[in-house]
């Protein structure tokens, strides 16, 4: 079983609407990163969760620890926000490496 | 914006080559890690660097893979004799302190 499970793996969705996109993890985490990785490859550090709430702009992530959940939602969507969402995990406090999710694609059409 | 630098951004190799990727990390960092994705697969840890020693690795790390900080601004990855399985997308990271890590936009590897 993953450690950590990303819901939907596909989400297609017209501009304007608000997506959410889910992480479950199965281990117990010194953090949370949600990731945006572009069609090129590239990987963007998004947000770092411990606990609670963060906001950036249109975006905003989530983390209940009890549960081990988190979710990313974006407003307003546009069809810039067209990427791969990747939810990676901090196992341990001390451990170094990230645990990945398996990603989910977001398509925003016009 | 200090950013993570990886080159080349694509390598072409034959198997049973070595390889070299290469990494400059942002300058006041301290962790360095190396990370592959296989075409369609999610993101794979392969090793972390701290203090010119590999800090942690992963299974995948094995005998074939070695890192190296040769001059101080450098992070090196060598596949010493590179198989099919190899080809991969392969993202080095940095951080100052252990976290959040900052992502270079790989170099993406194709062994024939």
């Known amino acids: 079983k993953n450690e950590v499970e990303q819901s939907p793996q596909n989400l297609t969705a017209q501009e304007g609407e608000f997506i959410t996109i889910n992480c479950s993890y199965s281990v117990g985490i010194s953090a949370l990163h949600w990731l945006q990785q572009h069609p090129g490859g590239g990987i963007v550090s998004l947000f770092m969760?411990?606990?609670g709430k963060k906001k950036h702009g249109r975006l905003i992530a989530t983390i209940n620890i009890q549960e081990k959940h988190s979710s990313l939602h974006i407003t307003a969507s546009h069809p810039r926000d067209s990427a791969v969402y990747i939810c990676a995990v901090r196992v341990i406090q001390g451990a170094q490496k990230l645990v990945f999710g398996q990603g989910t694609r977001l398509t925003i059409n016009p | 914006e200090p950013e993570v630098t990886q080159t080349p951004s694509h390598q072409v190799t034959q198997m049973g080559q070595e390889v070299i990727l290469r990494c400059v990390p942002i300058?006041?960092?301290?962790?360095f890690y190396w990370y592959r994705q296989i075409l369609g697969q999610k993101v794979e840890f392969l090793v972390s660097f701290y203090n010119n020693e590999i800090s942690e690795k992963s299974e995948i790390f094995d005998d074939q893979f070695s890192v190296e900080r040769p001059d101080g601004s450098n992070f090196t990855l060598k596949i010493r004799s590179t198989k099919l399985e190899d080809s991969a997308m392969y993202f080095c990271?940095?951080?100052?302190?252990?976290?959040?890590?900052?992502f270079g936009d790989g170099t993406r590897l194709s062994i024939l």
């Open positions: 300058s006041n960092h301290l962790y």
């Open positions: 969760l411990s606990s």
């Open positions: 990271a940095s951080s100052r302190l252990v976290q959040p890590q900052h």
